[in-house]
């Protein structure tokens, strides 16, 4: 499980036992990023049906 498994919105928790590391919007994400010189990655939230595949 990644640190989605704690979040409320059922668009998260479909991505809590993905094998990335995703983190929710917060200021933890961005001040993680600025001291380990990372760039923050987003993902704008796309989820489909199998049918819309």
Do not use: I, K
Not at 17 to 36: C, G, I, L, T, Y
Not at 37 to 42: D, I
């Amino acid at each position: 499980m990644n640190r989605l498994a704690h979040e409320t919105s059922p668009y998260l928790l479909q991505h809590a036992a993905n094998p990335v590391d995703w983190w929710p919007w917060s200021a933890e994400v961005f001040e993680e990023a600025r001291r380990s010189g990372r760039p923050v990655l987003l993902s704008v939230g796309y989820s489909s049906c199998h049918w819309c595949q």
